[in-house]
């Protein structure tokens, strides 16, 4: 008989989502008539449409496909040159930031190279993890070995969790023990918050010092309208010798359904072997993907490069606009409400504080039984979620007041 990896039977319960998913089925199959007006804002999930400029250059890439002469088969698994260059030039170095067109690694998303990253890294690496956190960095983890069993409230061995309260503004101090892999998302999911570049340099500089990798998540930093806050970790000095960094176009350009990332992988970067001989991580990364990726389908790739075209860049800001613009009333009506607010200024995700002696999955279920609204229960995203719940801006402004009538209109 088979053997079976039994790291996943350590796994809590189902997924985040898809556990909400279940109960949001449930809820509809028993009420047939609210299940009309349920209005979800809890998975990050865009809903407006895709930008002018990339479906045409992804029509355009089809027509290529359609003709002999310019037809492509198999693609750089990598990612194609144009791409390449244009998020190194686009994305950083027209920012003053030193990063390579051969330092970018286009993917499928940003989930998966966050959990795929996993396998350049060795065992026994002692693993610091934000609490709360989204949910993929802790459950890779876990299938993957690097974790012991979860204790009573779902804490498990082997990993140093990091406490992100409104206390510290939901940013972790530096931990007092040496940690290998840090993994940090700012603008955060799932409290919205962001780090300071005084933040980030005491992370660079711990990184350093102990020869610890920090993976950096950056899948919202398009949010980001303070010109004060960093939105890549290689505007620190330094980085470039300690971080990963990943990104993703589904809230950038609407690709949650065309499905487009990148990671960047500095040819820098070094880690260790057992022995102690210091290993460049990027030609580690560029095997990984060349034997296990066949890379984004090039139709896709041409329309994440027009996103980069003078018409994209523009389609591209207004769509950041209209979910920033969701989230600011959704932050006005939280705190007409009196609750305690966060998130929603560089960030799509509104961090609430749950009434007082409501549980976060308690709210989850008040909002869908009363107000017919999908939210996300803050246990969801770890231990020091309890107590809060996340609202996502993704959705239609129509959608976005009418969600915010509702609210008011529950008794608090």
């Known amino acids: 008989m088979a053997l079976i990896n039994e790291n996943y039977l350590k796994l809590k319960a189902g997924y985040l989502f898809p556990e909400i998913a279940r109960r949001v089925n449930a809820f509809?199959?028993?009420?047939?008539?609210?299940?009309?007006?349920?209005?979800?804002?809890?998975?990050?999930?865009?809903?407006?449409?895709l930008p002018l400029a990339a479906r045409e250059a992804m029509k355009a890439?089809?027509?290529?496909?359609?003709?002999?002469?310019?037809?492509?088969?198999?693609?750089?698994?990598?990612?194609?040159?144009?791409?390449?260059?244009?998020?190194?030039?686009?994305?950083?170095?027209?920012?003053?930031?030193?990063?390579?067109?051969d330092e970018i690694?286009?993917?499928?998303?940003?989930?998966?190279?966050?959990?795929?990253?996993?396998?350049?890294?060795?065992?026994?690496?002692?693993?610091?993890?934000?609490?709360?956190?989204?949910?993929?960095?802790?459950?890779?983890?876990?299938?993957?070995?690097?974790?012991?069993?979860?204790?009573?409230?779902?804490?498990?061995?082997?990993?140093?969790?990091?406490?992100?309260?409104?206390?510290?503004?939901?940013?972790?101090?530096?931990?007092?023990?040496?940690v290998d892999l840090i993994y940090l998302c700012y603008p955060n999911n799932p409290t919205g918050a962001t780090a300071t570049r005084a933040q980030l340099e005491a992370w660079v500089a711990y990184a350093r010092k102990h020869g610890a990798i920090i993976l950096y998540d950056?899948?919202?930093?398009?949010?980001?309208?303070?010109?004060?806050?960093?939105?890549?970790?290689?505007?620190?000095?330094?980085?470039?010798?300690?971080?990963?960094?990943?990104?993703?176009?589904?809230?950038?350009?609407?690709?949650t359904g065309v499905r487009c990332a990148f990671t960047v992988v500095p040819k820098s970067l070094?880690?260790?072997t057992a022995a102690g001989a210091a290993q460049a991580l990027h030609?580690?990364?560029?095997?990984?993907?060349?034997?296990?990726?066949?890379?984004?389908?090039?139709?896709?790739?041409?329309?994440a490069e027009a996103l980069f075209s003078e018409a994209g860049k523009a389609q591209v800001r207004e769509l950041i606009e209209h979910y920033m613009g969701n989230a600011a009333l959704l932050r006005e009506a939280c705190a007409e409400l009196g609750l305690d607010v966060h998130g929603g200024v560089n960030a799509p995700y509104i961090w609430v504080g749950c009434p007082r002696g409501v549980t976060s999955w308690e709210m989850f279920d008040r909002m869908l039984g009363e107000a017919h609204v999908v939210v996300t229960?803050?246990?969801?995203?770890?231990?020091?979620g309890e107590g809060f719940f996340r609202i996502s801006a993704f959705n239609s402004r129509a959608n976005v007041e009418e969600v915010c009538r509702r609210m008011k209109a529950l008794s608090w």
Request: contains cysteine; proline residues 6%.
């Open 28 to 49: 509809s199959e028993a009420n047939a008539e609210a299940a009309a007006r349920i209005i979800r804002c809890g998975i990050g999930d865009v809903t407006e449409a």
């Open 61 to 101: 890439a089809v027509d290529e496909l359609g003709d002999r002469t310019t037809f492509r088969g198999y693609g750089p698994e990598q990612g194609y040159p144009f791409l390449r260059a244009a998020i190194a030039e686009n994305m950083f170095r027209s920012r003053e930031i030193d990063v390579a067109d």
């Open 105 to 178: 690694f286009v993917s499928d998303g940003s989930k998966c190279d966050t959990g795929n990253i996993l396998d350049i890294f060795g065992k026994g690496n002692v693993l610091a993890i934000t609490d709360p956190v989204y949910p993929v960095y802790v459950d890779t983890n876990v299938m993957a070995g690097n974790t012991g069993e979860a204790d009573a409230s779902g804490a498990y061995a082997g990993i140093v969790y990091l406490p992100c309260t409104a206390a510290n503004g939901f940013v972790p101090g530096i931990p007092a023990e040496k």
């Open 218 to 255: 950056a899948a919202y930093e398009a949010f980001v309208g303070d010109p004060d806050v960093p939105r890549s970790i290689y505007e620190i000095p330094g980085a470039r010798e300690c971080a990963i960094e990943f990104r993703s176009f589904s809230k950038h350009g609407g690709f």
């Open 270 to 272: 070094m880690g260790r």
């Open 283 to 303: 030609p580690l990364w560029a095997r990984r993907q060349s034997t296990k990726f066949n890379g984004v389908s090039y139709p896709v790739q041409r329309a």
């Open 377 to 384: 229960p803050g246990a969801g995203f770890g231990g020091a």
